[in-house]
């Protein structure tokens, strides 16, 4: 598969997030490397300079940004989540980017992969449902103008608000948020707070944001992965 390396460094535009907008999942200075996969549609990833530990520690957060990280790559060319799926949780890709990444230094176990395999194919089998609740609530923001690493990680948290009830909102939103750290400026963080708290208040009255549940350190540990 070829890949290319890009050196980011691009530095947060004046004035926040609208003049941001059109940015390509934008980093700041010195936040490290991204890897693009020019010979699939999977992901772009980002080798932070304090990467998450993705090794004898997978935990829930990691499979979720796997998990986006996938979603980000329904967005280019016409390949299904399943076709997705296919070629990029196998573990010969994981082998692959795990020299690189320590997010994928472990192969997801069998519950992981179950996790990862929900969010990809429920957010491809819902897309336009979340789309129109991403553009309901990005007041003054047309969809295109979001950049597409936070558009992937709204759609994500959306799907597990809204289909899986064994995730806390709370926790679907801190982790939303967090990831939208490691990949956008500040203020698209902010955004993506605002829109995924006012989503919940709205459309889930009865099920208030509530307490989060998952630990802050990087979310609960799944364990039993897979070397």
């Known amino acids: 598969i070829f890949m290319y390396i890009i050196i980011s460094a691009e530095s947060a535009a004046p004035g926040g997030f609208p003049a941001g907008a059109g940015r390509e999942a934008g980093a700041e200075a010195g936040q490290g490397l991204r890897i693009y996969c020019a010979g699939c549609i999977m992901t772009e990833i980002r080798l932070s300079q304090d990467p998450v530990d993705g090794g004898k520690n997978m935990t829930r957060n990691n499979a979720r940004e796997i998990a986006v990280h996938l979603v980000f790559g ?3 060319g016409a390949r299904s989540a399943e076709e997705v799926l296919k070629s990029e ?4 890709r994981f082998e692959t980017l795990g020299q690189e990444s320590p997010l994928y230094a472990q192969y997801p176990n069998e519950k992981q992969r179950e996790y990862i395999r929900a969010l990809v194919e429920g957010v491809y089998a819902h897309g336009e ?3 129109a609740y991403i553009s309901r609530y990005a007041v003054g923001w047309s969809l295109s103008r979001i950049p597409r690493m936070a558009r992937a990680i709204l759609r994500t948290a959306m799907y597990e608000v809204l289909y899986m009830p064994d ?3 709370a926790s679907a939103i801190d982790a939303a948020v967090e990831l939208t750290k490691q990949y956008e400026p500040q203020e698209v963080a902010s955004f993506v707070n605002g829109i995924l708290g006012t989503f919940v208040r709205t459309e ?3 099920e208030p944001v509530g307490e989060q549940t998952e630990p802050e350190d ?3 540990e799944v364990p039993g992965g897979e070397a």
């Open 74 to 76: 329904l967005e280019f």
């Open 167 to 169: 995730v806390p909102n």
């Open 218 to 220: 990087g979310g609960e």
């Open 204 to 206: 889930l009255p009865d």
């Open 129 to 131: 449902e979340l789309d």
């Open 89 to 92: 949780l196998s573990r010969e």
